[in-house]
C-alpha cells in the first residue's frame, strides 16, 4: 500500500474542475450503477434538507451530493470517507478522501430497499450485513464498468486507503457465494421497488442459497442479535466447507455467476 494518487483519480477528479460537478459525477454512479446490474433504479427516500448545527452546515433539499473540508466533515462522521444520511437523501464526502468507488457506494445506499424509511431500523440491525453488500455490489459495479481500472487498486489497495474495498472480510464472504448464487439474487436482494417489502427480498434469497445447498439454515432473527454479517458467513463456511473457504481467499469477480 502506498500514498501515491491513482492516475484514473486525477483524471476523474478533473471533471469536477472541467466545468463538471458533483451531482453530475453521482448522475454518472447512478447510470454506472443501472448499467451494470441491468436494473431499473429506484430512489429509496423522499429528499429533505439538512441540518447539523454544530458543524454550521445545511443542506438544501435540491441538493443531494456534498464534500467538506476536514474538520467539518469529522464533526458529522468521524473516521468514515463519506456517508449516506438515510433522513435526508444526501451523499456526504469528505474533501480529497474519496473516489469513484466512494460515490458508487454511497449512490448504491441511495438505492436500496435498506434506505428506505420503512426498513431503515432493520438496515442497522443488520449493519455488517447492509455494508457488506454494498460494498460487493460497489465491487461487481467496478468489476463491470471500470476494469481496466479502478477495480484492480480497489481489489488491491495499491493506492491510497480511500480507493481500497472496504468491509473487506465479508466482501469476500459474498464473493464466494456469487459462485454459486446468481448475482441477480443479490441485486433484487438489494435494490428498492415501489412497493416492495425486505422480508421477501430475504425470503427469495435466502431460498436462493437453499436451492444450491440444502443444508443451508437461515437464522436470520438469531444473527441479528449478534454481528449478522459474520453470523451468516460462518454459516455458510460451516456448510459448504473447504471449496468454499478457498473461493473466499480467491476474492475473485471473475467466478461470480451473471
Ligand atoms: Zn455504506
Not at 501515491?4 to 454518472?28: F, H, M, N
Not at 430512489?43 to 438544501?60: K, S, T
Not at 436462493?208 to 458467513?233: H, L, S
Request: charged share 25%; proline share 3%.
Amino acid at each position: 500500500m502506498s500514498d501515491s494518487a491513482c492516475p484514473q483519480r486525477i483524471a476523474y477528479l478533473s471533471q469536477l474542475t472541467k466545468g463538471g460537478d458533483l451531482e453530475q459525477l453521482r448522475i454518472q454512479a447512478l447510470k454506472d450503477i443501472g448499467e451494470a446490474l441491468n436494473s431499473q433504479l429506484y430512489i429509496a427516500h423522499a429528499d429533505r434538507e439538512y441540518r447539523h448545527n454544530r458543524a454550521g452546515v445545511y443542506i438544501p433539499i435540491e441538493t443531494r451530493i456534498v464534500e467538506y473540508k476536514y474538520h467539518v466533515y469529522n464533526m458529522i462522521y468521524p473516521g468514515t470517507r463519506g456517508h449516506y444520511n438515510k433522513p435526508t437523501g444526501k451523499i456526504i464526502l469528505q474533501e480529497g478522501k474519496w473516489c469513484i468507488q466512494t460515490i458508487i457506494h454511497e449512490s448504491l445506499h441511495s438505492v436500496s430497499i435498506l434506505s428506505n424509511e420503512e426498513y431503515v431500523q432493520e438496515g442497522d440491525r443488520i449493519q455488517s450485513f447492509k455494508e457488506s453488500l454494498t460494498e460487493f455490489l460497489t465491487g461487481l459495479v467496478l468489476f463491470r464498468k471500470y476494469n481496466d481500472s479502478c477495480f484492480h487498486s480497489w481489489k488491491i489497495g495499491n493506492y491510497d486507503q480511500w480507493c481500497n474495498v472496504s468491509y473487506k472480510s465479508g466482501v469476500q464472504t459474498l464473493c464466494a457465494l456469487g459462485k454459486w448464487i446468481s448475482s441477480r439474487e443479490f441485486v433484487e436482494l438489494y435494490l428498492w421497488k415501489p412497493s416492495d417489502r425486505w422480508t421477501d427480498h430475504w425470503h427469495r434469497f435466502s431460498n436462493a442459497i437453499k436451492q444450491v445447498f440444502p443444508t443451508f439454515e437461515d437464522n436470520y432473527e438469531t444473527w441479528k442479535q449478534y454481528d449478522f454479517m459474520t453470523e451468516f458467513g460462518n454459516e455458510l463456511v460451516n456448510k459448504l466447507g473447504r471449496e468454499f473457504r478457498r473461493m473466499r481467499n480467491l476474492f475473485n469477480y471473475s467466478f461470480v455467476l451473471p
